[in-house]
Structure formats: structure tokens, C-alpha cells
């Protein structure tokens, strides 16, 4: 068992981001997710309980895509000392109210 890292694919970085809302049936608390592709390669991946307990699954989710956009310019970073320079990385998450959120700077 591994990973397979072809040579010729592609290099462009995806980073995914998820979040259970209120998981943890103790504590209320949600866990954050969050993936990373370079091409078609998982190069990182992180999940972990969050600090907080949010409100809403827009806030939770939030949280997580924070802690994905974090993880994203590190890898940029990494990158760059390679040589690779990416200008823009998608970050993709699966809430609607999370998203508007962050296109919204007043609201948050």
C-alpha cells in the first residue's frame, strides 16, 4: 500500500474543507477537515476538534475553511521555495452561508 504521485500530471493545488456541526455528543463541539491536492496527488490532510463551539453550521464551517486557507498558503510557501509559483488555489467548500461569509467582510 501507498500513494502514487504520477510525474506528468498536472500541478495545480485544490484544498477541500469540511465540518461536522456539533459532533461531539459530550462536549457540543464540531470537527473541522480539511484535504489538499497537487494535481491528482493528496499531498495533506488535517482533521481535527475544534476549539470552539459555533453557533452554526455557517460558523463552523467557517472555522474550517480558515484552518484550510492557513494549510493552503503554508504549501504555497513550500512551493514557491521550489520554484512553483501558484497565483490562485481554489478552496472549495460545501456551505452556502459560509461562503457568502467570507465574500462579506462587514458581516464577520
Known sequence: MGLWYPSLSPIHLVGYS?????????????????????????????????ACV???????EYIAAG??????????????????NMSKVPLLCDNTSAINLTKNHIKH
Not at 459555533?54 to 463552523?60: G, I, Q, Y
Open 54 to 60: 459555533p453557533l452554526s453550521t455557517a460558523e463552523a
Open 18 to 50: 469540511y465540518s461536522d456541526f456539533a459532533g461531539c455528543k459530550l462536549d457540543r463541539k464540531s470537527t473541522s477537515g480539511t484535504c489538499h491536492l497537487l494535481g491528482s496527488s493528496l499531498i495533506s490532510w488535517h482533521r481535527k476538534k475544534q
Open 67 to 84: 484552518s484550510c486557507c492557513a494549510q493552503i498558503m503554508w504549501i504555497k510557501q513550500q512551493l514557491e521555495d521550489f520554484g512553483v
